[in-house]
């Protein structure tokens, strides 16, 4: 294939010539994959921006195929598409061919219009749409246009929040309840998101909303804070409320500078959790989970202000991860979080003692790459580099590794020389296709195309070349 010169008139003609390979491939696949091969390129379409060529294929094969999960899924995301670029019109008029079997995936669309609109001040017209939405999520919506409002000044903020809480008290909706306090505190309207917060029966969305006030409080020096922090505990204890509410509330009093008190709490769930709790909640096998997720998010939150004891606190988050014995994915995303917080906040060769104290290599493999991309955002790239090499060991000596999810962690922090290098001794043409959307999401846009164009796999380099025209479009440099 000829090398094209970088233009985004070059791009968006090497887009386009894809187009019909892609519909060939689509057409000739049997009657399970040509639907979700057809919305696979509609929706690659209407990221690109050619929203008129998706819907004529959305259409289409919602006619033929009559798949309505993928019909109703790609109508939306092209909905909200259009909805994010600004054209509410036309996203509301593909909000109403959504088939009526998906009525859920409109009520999300319009949902998402209604926000999009309050979000461009488009308040009255985001009002109205909130009038069609059914009436579960009708005080959402209306929560959420108030608090674009307020975030301008509004003065209509106050009302327009009135209305959304009575909607959620008449229908009993404990969560929107939630999610509007929270959008009060977000305001500054602590004294009436206190009032609310009153009204709400269950009790872990009423811990979830005096957190969201304190924390907000926090930010405005409102001594009122630790007194919330405080009653969020009670009802906590009173409520019987399940483990994940009581680590929310431990990881909100350590970001909030109440190192004792997070610390004291943090300790509590991860020694004294009843298992009684737990198998009524159903969350017996999360147990190790939350354990090291509290203790992480309240070691960083100390790390970053200097304080000691953070160090200790790590050691015993890892211990709780490597406890997870039930599932394995958890365990290795669990280890994965601490040893990558660990890196974040200055105890990267902590980190990496711990790795090789690993048995399990494919946590081993997981865990250096983390550790790896968090030292390549610190600005330490040699030492990035070393770790990614020590994963690169690994994948290479054929345990089910893939030299992708290397190359690809690369990527993701800049290094794409070494990813482009190592994708082409893979001959993996989704590998490249991986880096191009990174490099396009940076910035990288014509070292982008250049490697776009090298991908003989037409999927690939469509998909590949969706990512770089989108970006081209989020840097206005084409309509």
Not at 14 to 26: D, G, H, Y
Request: charged residues 25%; glycine residues 6%; aromatic residues 6%.
């Amino acid at each position: 294939m000829a090398q094209k010169q970088f233009s985004p008139s070059t791009v968006l003609e090497a887009l386009k010539a894809t187009i019909p390979e892609m519909l060939s491939e689509a057409r000739r696949k049997d009657e399970r994959l040509r639907p979700l091969w057809l919305s696979d390129v509609a929706l690659g379409l209407a990221e690109a921006g050619f929203v008129d060529q998706a819907l004529q294929i959305a259409w289409q094969f919602t006619e033929q195929d009559r798949p309505f999960v993928l019909s109703s899924f790609v109508l939306s995301s092209i909905a909200e598409k259009l909805a994010g670029a600004g054209f509410f019109d036309r996203a509301l008029q593909v909000a109403e061919s959504i088939p009526d079997a998906s009525s859920r995936a409109r009520l999300r669309v319009l949902i998402s219009i209604a926000e999009a609109m309050a979000e461009a001040g488009l308040f009255d017209r985001a009002l109205q749409v909130a009038e069609s939405v059914e009436e579960d999520a009708h005080a959402r919506v209306i929560a959420s246009v108030a608090q674009a409002m307020a975030k301008v000044g509004d003065e209509r903020a106050f009302a327009i929040f009135e209305q959304a809480v009575q909607v959620a008290q008449k229908a009993g909706d404990a969560m929107t309840l939630r999610l509007i306090v929270e959008a009060m505190a977000g305001a500054r309207l602590f004294d009436r998101a206190l009032q609310v917060t009153q009204a709400i029966a269950d009790g872990h969305e009423k811990v979830m909303a005096l957190l969201a006030t304190a924390t907000e409080m926090v930010k405005t020096g409102d001594e009122r804070a630790l007194v919330l922090f405080d009653q969020a505990l009670q009802v906590a204890r009173q409520e019987k409320v399940p483990p994940v509410t009581l680590c929310f509330l431990a990881a909100g009093l350590a970001e909030a500078g109440f190192f004792d008190r997070a610390l004291s709490l943090a300790q509590e769930i991860a020694t004294t959790l009843p298992a009684e709790q737990l198998t009524e909640a159903g969350l017996l096998e999360r147990c190790g989970h939350h354990r090291s997720w509290v203790l992480r998010a309240v070691a960083e939150a100390m790390a970053k202000a200097g304080d000691e004891r953070a160090a200790h606190l790590f050691d015993q988050a890892f211990q709780a991860a490597q406890e997870i014995a039930d599932d394995e994915m958890e365990r290795t995303h669990a280890l994965c979080d601490v040893l990558e917080t660990m890196t974040k906040v200055g105890f990267a060769e902590r980190a990496l003692q711990f790795v090789q104290a690993m048995e399990d290599e494919e946590d081993r493999f997981y865990a250096l790459l983390a550790i790896a991309e968090e030292l390549a955002k610190a600005g330490a790239e040699p030492s990035a580099i070393a770790v990614f090499d020590q994963a690169l060991q690994i994948a290479r000596r054929g345990k089910g590794f893939s030299g992708l999810s290397v190359a690809y962690a690369m990527a993701r922090v800049g290094l794409f020389d070494r990813a482009i290098q190592l994708a082409r001794e893979t001959c993996c043409p989704l590998t490249l296709r991986l880096i191009v959307e990174e490099m396009a999401r940076q910035g990288e846009l014509g070292r982008a195309f250049e490697i776009a164009q090298q991908i003989d796999d037409t999927y690939n380099r469509f998909h590949a070349l969706v990512a770089i025209v989108e970006a081209l479009r989020k840097a206005g440099m084409i309509r």
